[in-house]
């Protein structure tokens, strides 16, 4: 089989199962270790019996099994970085570069240039706290998280990306709590999902619920982070989180709570959708 036969063999497959194409190219990129330019060209070329049987069965893995295709090739493109993802981490997601792109605007704006410490709570794969390391050496970035098999991943991923993250094992605040040290910046993308919306099955049946659910009504790890945050942080401080497109005024209302004199804006996303709050205390 050529590689277009290939292609057209998995996109068809792909329609018939209500499952994304494009995620086709990308296995078939993965497979026969081509860039997306490179199958254009080679569109005609023949393709050997080793890789049309490892290209069906990731085909078979995806389409059939609902498996995500990251967890197949093993890995996905986080602000131009390339991270391992599994199992045991989120995937990361477009709209959580965006909340990244915000920080390092913040930081420019509140800091100026400063050295500060930064800390990324929830890290997961460490996509956000690596990328704010790679993106800025003024930050000396620490990360938390409650998953031990998470923070393997983290690890691996900073130290394949050359950048100096302290990761700290612990359930949201407590390890920075217990350390004593205090911060300019948190950032945060926590598990925001209600308990009983309906999530699909690509997500739910593969990512970890840890991740994902954040209790009844979706803000229970915000409601933790902003009523122990003063703990952490420095009188000049940001804050800044990702949250569900629906949950602006539940935002809103946390934040008159526990910081009512707090400068802040609930940004949209390239969608328009509200899904980054920042929080900024001069």
Known sequence: MTIKELLKYGEQLAQEHDKE?????????????QESYQLIMNMNQTVEVKQIDEFKAGVNEYVINNVPVQHIIGHEYFYGY?????????????????????????????FDGKEVNCVDVGTG????????????????????????EALVVAKQNAKNLDANVN??????????????????????NPPYIPEEEYVEALVKDNEPHVALFGGGDGMKFYRIIMSEAKKIL??????????GWNQKEQMETLIKEFYP????????????????????NR
């Not at 794969?125 to 409650?146: F, K, P, Q, R, V």
Request: glycine content about 4%; overall charge negative.
């Open 21 to 33: 194409e494009t995620a086709i190219k990308l296995l078939l990129m993965h497979y026969l270790q």
């Open 82 to 110: 390339n991270f391992i993802v599994g199992p045991n981490v989120l995937i990361p997601r477009f709209e959580t570069e965006e909340l990244v792109a915000n920080v390092l605007a913040a930081y420019d704006e509140v």
């Open 125 to 148: 794969s460490g996509a956000i706290a690596i990328t704010l390391s790679l993106e800025e050496a003024n930050l000396n970035m620490d990360a938390t998280d409650i998953s031990e």
């Open 167 to 188: 990761f700290l094992a612990g359930d949201m605040l407590q390890p920075l709590i217990e350390s004593g040290k205090k911060y300019d910046i948190l950032v945060s």
């Open 234 to 243: 420095n009188s000049k401080n940001i804050l800044a989180f990702e949250h």
């Open 261 to 280: 004199n707090s400068e802040y804006e609930i940004l949209k996303d390239m969608n328009g959708k509200y899904r980054m709050t920042i929080i900024k």
